[in-house]
């Protein structure tokens, strides 16, 4: 069963950056595609950027459009985010996810991916 794992949360100022990685393993079948996704407290969960499986599609939210970017290395095996200009409302727990089988056209939707990492907390200092 595929397993992730997030790094790289922590305390940011805004103005700053940050960098999220996610670490995929136990692969039964190689992810559609891949994205990030975060949740602010009190809000749903929000689609922050995807990655097609050959890496050269991505997608990101209007959120973090123009900030934001997403890659992957060349075995999968790793996934990544950074977000630039962080602003306080960046503030949220980050999760990366997999789709296997999903549909691309709905790739920033939460209920198109099946696997989910525990997440990770970001918090940005005004």
């Known amino acids: 069963t595929l397993q992730l794992v997030e790094s790289g949360g922590g305390s940011v100022q805004a103005g700053g950056s940050l960098s999220l990685t996610c670490s995929l393993s136990d692969f039964t079948y190689s992810p559609t595609f891949m994205g990030w996704f975060r949740q602010r407290s009190g809000k749903e969960r929000e689609g922050v950027a995807a990655i097609s499986a050959s890496g050269q599609l991505t997608e990101y939210g209007d959120s973090v459009k123009g900030r934001a970017s997403i890659s992957q290395n060349n075995a999968r095996t790793t996934l990544s985010l950074q977000i630039n200009n962080v602003r306080t409302e960046d503030t949220a727990m980050y999760y990366c996810?997999?789709?296997?089988?999903?549909?691309?056209?709905?790739?920033?939707?939460?209920?198109?991916?099946?696997?989910w990492g525990p997440g990770t907390q970001v918090t940005v200092a005004s």
């Open positions: 996810a997999a789709s296997v089988g999903g549909s691309w056209s709905r790739r920033l939707r939460p209920s198109e991916y099946s696997t």
